[in-house]
């Protein structure tokens, strides 16, 4: 089958839908619809900074999940999420490391650069991950600076209270965009002997807020916060000029931020109290994979006829001509016998019937 490529400029409004539609695409090929092709898609305008201040200011929560790969960015462009976070859990949903400090900034580039190819209207933003930015500023701006050249985020996130500040301040300076996190540092896990709640006392809560507070006058333009009791997350967002975005926070941040893997349950480790099952995507995904297996092995897929393809008429014979092979006969050679022998078409082709057949 000959594939043509997807020319837009040629496609007019008035043509019919229904030739589009039924046009074949080889399934290795991406097919990018543009407003003008289905025009009942919704109309979005790309998310900045500064539409994340007005969203703030007139109370809309902001919405944001995580994506590794670029059908996931993909779903988020399409259905209106407002920051895509290429985040460093890929370590352990994507990758099978034990810990968000085993991923290197070559395996965080790798991904966002493919999340970048979907998502055109989030925010791209992407953690830099352990030990990029923690040696020294000049090291910092280093590391943000390659995310966005190489792998064309559009801000990055970075752990830490204000030991961290400088770092931000430095980073900001250059033009990169920061969002801070605060409250729970996954990347911090051994230190805090494991993922525990922050803030849960009074000298825990102050340590979360002094944080939140050096961030924001370091540059950041948005804070992450995690695990953090409800009543000290709404105080901080109050607190604060800039959004922040809650992950375990409760409800009263700018915004809130899942993992897409803990939203489509198709993370199958230990599920956090603040994680919400959305969609059950990895039961589907198992029973999609057990009805391929038992119909490759019960051999009723493919179907030759209507999911193979065919040789041009007399070609089939004419191949067999130039190789001397023309008394070879497949398995709808075999077919077509012994449905003329009056053999009952409805034995099908499996395996042990053609083994019979011979």
Request: with cysteine; proline share 5%; charged share 20%.
């Amino acid at each position: 089958m000959k594939v043509f490529p997807l020319d837009l400029p040629t496609l007019r409004l008035g043509a019919s839908r229904r030739t589009f539609a039924n046009r074949r695409w080889m399934s290795v090929r991406p097919m990018i619809l543009q407003s003008s092709v289905l025009p009942t898609l919704p109309q979005r305008k790309k998310t900045t900074i500064q539409h994340l201040y007005e969203m703030r200011r007139t109370g809309t929560p902001i919405t944001m999940l995580t994506a590794y790969d670029f059908p996931t960015a993909r779903a988020l462009d399409t259905h209106g999420v407002d920051l895509a976070l290429v985040g460093d859990s890929l370590a352990q949903v994507c990758l099978g490391l034990p810990s968000t400090t085993r991923l290197t900034l070559d395996e965080m580039l790798h991904h966002t650069r493919a999340v970048a190819r979907g998502a055109t209207h989030p925010l791209l933003v992407a953690d830099m991950p352990f030990g990029s930015y923690h040696v020294s500023s000049e090291d910092a701006v280093r590391s943000a600076v390659r995310m966005v050249q190489d792998g064309h985020v559009e801000a990055v996130k970075l752990e830490g209270g204000p030991e961290i500040a400088e770092k931000v301040r430095r980073i900001t300076q250059v033009g990169v965009p920061v969002m801070a996190h605060v409250g729970l540092m996954p990347q911090r896990h051994a230190a805090l002997s494991g993922y525990r709640v922050q803030g849960r006392d009074g000298a825990g809560a102050r340590t979360v807020l002094d944080g939140a507070l050096a961030l924001q006058d370091a540059g950041a333009f948005a804070i992450v916060l995690e695990a953090i009791p409800h009543r000290l997350a709404e105080y901080i967002t109050a607190r604060l000029n800039i959004p922040t975005i809650g992950i375990g926070a409760g409800p009263g941040t700018s915004g809130q931020v899942l993992v897409w893997d803990d939203v489509m349950t198709r993370w199958h480790g230990k599920k956090a109290k603040f994680v919400r099952r959305f969609a059950d995507v990895g039961h589907e995904e198992g029973r999609g994979v057990q009805n391929y297996v038992s119909a490759v092995r019960e051999g009723n897929f493919p179907n030759a006829e209507t999911e193979g393809y065919e040789m041009a008429g007399g070609q089939w014979e004419t191949f067999l001509d130039q190789i001397g092979d023309n008394g070879w006969k497949g398995t709808a050679d075999r077919t077509q016998e012994r449905q003329g022998d009056g053999v009952a078409s409805s034995e099908g082709t499996t395996p042990s019937r053609i083994a019979q057949a011979m």
